[in-house]
């Protein structure tokens, strides 16, 4: 029987593993991974950069319960994390945006060094090793702890006497992270918050959105629910094909998919004159329309934004291209000027968890300790995107991750 067995080659269980190696002996832990390879999704992180974390590491960064985010942030957060990094050899810089990569820029190194100091550490690792099933197989006839666990794979069976479960979230299924596997902590008695794709495209409805496909323009951008805006950012949105995609959309994905969890409906409002106020911007459409009378309504937003979104905007409106700009009234300029700065299309859904990078939902933080252990079963410790805390997009999900692997390391 091994003392520690952690479940899952992912961000969290790799730095546990190391941790736990340097703590109670290589000897004495065995990391069990599905894939031929562990760390496969590091390697893809940061469009293949690793944002590592993020100097702006706050609770209000998150979803989840803050409280817990605020304790866990507090006792380790990207501080704790960089300075653990240079230990490890990992070297690091940080952009102006307040992003963390590895100097390199390079997800895969960051991966490479992990590996590396398993192997030095003498962690015992199995790849290709699918777990099915998890069962509590001894319990203490006092404490009702469990004395031994049996980890299930579809070629082996294992046992230890703390089991470290990082199997991550419930996006990115074809390296094995999926829905299905939350039910191994069901069957232990665990609850499960819904879950849904977060920092993900979104697919959008309105009777113009198609013709702006193809194009990439810095806006501003809200979501709208029940008359109330949830949240707002600047950035550049990319118009799909009934999808809006790119660093703005993205950013507030979670907050979309989080009304279509609990099917209430959500608004995506695009200002393209975020440096107007609508005041401001009125007065610039009366007088240019009056120095271009003898322009077509369409010619009129001609050098002001992209050809397809000013015909967009004109038929929003319910206008005509053609129009002569004599023609426009003082209520059809202000008509313009709404669509202008909140061009609405109503968020049918996410583009899914194939596409996602982190699931929302997952096992409620209250039934973990401070320290990640599980209230319920004990000897068993929790981490990473399994956990009901999603981050915003810019490495604190990752953070997440590691800092959750730090604290449990701390206690196992
Ligand atoms: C494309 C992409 C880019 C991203 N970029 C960033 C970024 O730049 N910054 C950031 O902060 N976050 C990023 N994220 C999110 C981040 O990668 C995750 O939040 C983080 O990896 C979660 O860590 P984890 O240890 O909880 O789970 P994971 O890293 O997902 O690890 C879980 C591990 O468990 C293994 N596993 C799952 N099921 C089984 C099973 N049944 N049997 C055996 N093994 C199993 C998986 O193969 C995996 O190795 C990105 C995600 C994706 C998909």
Redesign the pocket.
């Known amino acids: 029987m091994k003392k520690i067995i952690v ?9 546990a593993s190391i941790l736990l190696a340097k703590k109670h002996g290589g000897d004495n832990v065995l990391l ?4 031929d390879r ?5 390697a ?4 293949g ?6 100097k702006n590491m706050t609770k209000d960064k998150f979803f989840g319960d803050k409280s817990f985010i605020e304790s866990v942030l507090n006792r380790c957060d990207d501080r704790h994390t960089l300075e653990l990094f240079s230990q490890l050899g990992i070297s690091t810089v940080q952009k102006d945006n307040g992003k963390i990569f590895p100097r390199s820029y390079q ?1 895969s190194s960051v991966a490479d060094i992990l590996r590396l100091h398993l192997d030095i550490l003498g962690v015992e690792v199995l790849t290709s ?4 099933r998890i069962n509590v197989d001894e319990l203490d006839s006092n404490t009702n702890a469990p004395l031994k666990f049996e980890v299930v ?1 579809a070629q082996n069976r294992y046992t230890c006497e703390k089991l470290v479960y ?4 419930a ?2 299924p074809k ?4 829905e ?2 939350f039910v ?1 902590l069901k069957n232990l008695g665990h609850s499960v918050k819904p879950l849904a794709p977060a ?1 993900v495209h979104l697919r959008a409805k309105n009777k113009s959105l198609h013709m702006l496909k193809g194009i990439k323009v810095d806006v501003s951008m809200s979501l709208i629910s029940n008359g109330k805006i949830l949240a707002s950012d600047s950035g550049e949105v990319h118009f799909g094909d009934g999808v809006l995609s790119g660093p703005v959309s993205f950013q507030l994905s979670p907050f979309a998919s989080n009304c279509l969890l609990n099917n209430v409906d959500v608004t995506a409002s695009i200002d393209f004159f975020s440096e107007y106020t609508s005041g401001g911007l009125l007065e610039y459409f009366c007088d240019r329309a009056e120095l271009l009378e003898n322009f077509s309504l369409e010619n009129f937003f001609s050098t002001l934004v992209h050809n397809q979104i000013g015909r967009a905007i004109i038929k929003e409106a319910g206008l005509n291209n053609a129009m002569s700009m004599k023609d426009v009234t003082d209520n059809d300029l202000i008509n313009l000027m709404k669509v202008s700065k909140g061009f609405t299309s109503k968020i049918v859904d996410t583009n899914g968890y194939s596409f ?3 699931s929302l939902g997952g096992i409620p933080t209250s039934e973990i300790t401070e320290n990640f252990q599980s209230k319920l079963i004990p000897n068993l410790y929790i ?5 009901d805390v999603t ?1 915003s ?9 590691w800092s ?2 730090q604290l449990a390391s701390l206690e196992i």
């Open positions: 479940l899952g080659g992912g961000a969290s269980g790799v730095l069990i991974e599905g894939n562990i760390l496969k999704k590091l893809l992180t940061g469009n950069q690793c944002n590592l974390t993020n997800a090793e699918q777990i099915t794979t990082a199997l991550g979230g996006t990115y390296l094995l992270t999926c299905s596997n191994f920092l996602a990078q982190v981490l990473g995107e399994t956990l981050g997009c810019g490495g604190y999900n990752l953070q997440w991750a959750s692997a």
